[in-house]
């Protein structure tokens, strides 16, 4: 059931233009139509080492371009999954306990643990609705697939996520951005574009995660491959440098979109920098 999440209403929302504030790995500040809202949070130090679990540990090879105490009020977080790398030591002792946080089951049985009151758990197709007086987001889990053998059940259930921005009295949608999570190719993302069409932004994890010898996520070919697949106006690609277990960076992606086929323009970010954008109708 959709019960929404009601924040505090303030100022209505501005929806002629957002933007995407690249941390590092997974980790984003997406701020538009009034709202702040921070992804798969890890703020480790270069140098740091993560546990991954099953003995398995990866280091930190990229400064984050920032900390929690530098970010600004968070609405709420998106988090695809509860790993080591992408909600790390760090978040958990630093973040406000009370902040939503939109992920699967078995990320908020984790944070509970961790003492985090506000978690919503999201099966796929699932949504959870975010409102602030007329604007609200909603946040709708998409399908992922992050455990191939011989690495299966060893690794954290995970989800894309989908945020449907809307503002004003009638709640008309204005922005579509599309996250893909840690997932590898599989035959249920063709269900995106037919489910929901019409994505303006995608944020693609690349990287070629590799453990035990066996990848886990996309590699840079693989994330174009998803770009084409699900269809956005633009693409983001983020999670491709970070950690020691990365096989796959940031050129394979640049390689592979110079003769891909979709029409999808890629936008290249580095840390620390920004990517602007804007609803269809103020372009």
């Given at each position: 059931m959709n019960t929404p999440l009601r924040l505090p209403a303030s100022e209505p929302g501005d929806f002629s233009e957002g933007s995407v504030y690249f941390i590092?790995?997974?980790?984003?500040?997406?701020?538009?139509?009034?709202?702040?809202?921070?992804?798969?949070?890890?703020?480790?130090?270069r140098g740091e080492h993560v546990h991954l679990g099953h003995g398995m540990y990866a280091r930190r090879e990229v400064e984050p371009a920032c900390q929690i105490a530098d970010l600004p009020p968070l609405d709420l977080i998106v988090l695809s999954h509860h790993h080591g790398d992408h909600f790390d030591d760090v978040a958990a002792e630093q973040l406000d306990k009370s902040v939503p946080i939109i992920t699967t089951e078995h990320a908020v049985g984790l944070l509970s643990e961790q003492g985090f009151t506000g978690g919503r758990a999201l099966d796929t197709w699932q949504s959870r609705t975010v409102t602030k007086g007329d604007d609200e987001?909603?946040?709708?889990?998409?399908?992922?697939?992050?455990?191939?053998?011989?690495?299966?059940?060893?690794?954290?259930?995970?989800?894309?996520?989908?945020?449907?921005?809307?503002?004003?009295?009638?709640r008309y949608r204005v922005f579509r951005l599309y996250i893909s999570g840690d997932?590898?190719?599989?035959?249920?993302?063709h269900d995106?574009?037919?489910?929901?069409?019409g994505i303006d932004l995608a944020l693609v994890h690349a990287g070629g995660t590799t453990?035990?010898?066996?990848?886990?996520?996309?590699t840079g070919e693989q994330a174009v491959r998803a770009v084409e697949i699900v269809d956005p106006r633009?693409?983001?690609?983020?999670?491709?440098?970070?950690?020691?277990?990365?096989r796959s960076g940031l050129d394979e992606v640049k390689e592979a979109a110079a003769t891909s086929s979709t029409s999808a323009r890629f936008h290249y970010l580095t840390h620390g920098e920004t990517h602007r954008f804007r609803p269809v109708e103020q372009r």
């Open positions: 590092g790995n997974a980790t984003t500040l997406i701020r538009y139509g009034g709202f702040t809202i921070l992804t798969d949070p890890t703020f480790l130090h987001v909603s946040i709708t889990a998409m399908p992922a697939k992050h455990d191939p053998d011989p690495v299966a059940g060893m690794l954290p259930p995970t989800m894309g996520s989908l945020l449907d921005f809307s503002g004003g009295k009638d997932t590898l190719l599989h035959d249920r993302l995106i574009p037919r489910r929901h069409p453990l035990l010898g066996t990848v886990v996520t996309m633009t693409a983001v690609p983020i999670h491709y440098n970070d950690y020691s277990v990365f």
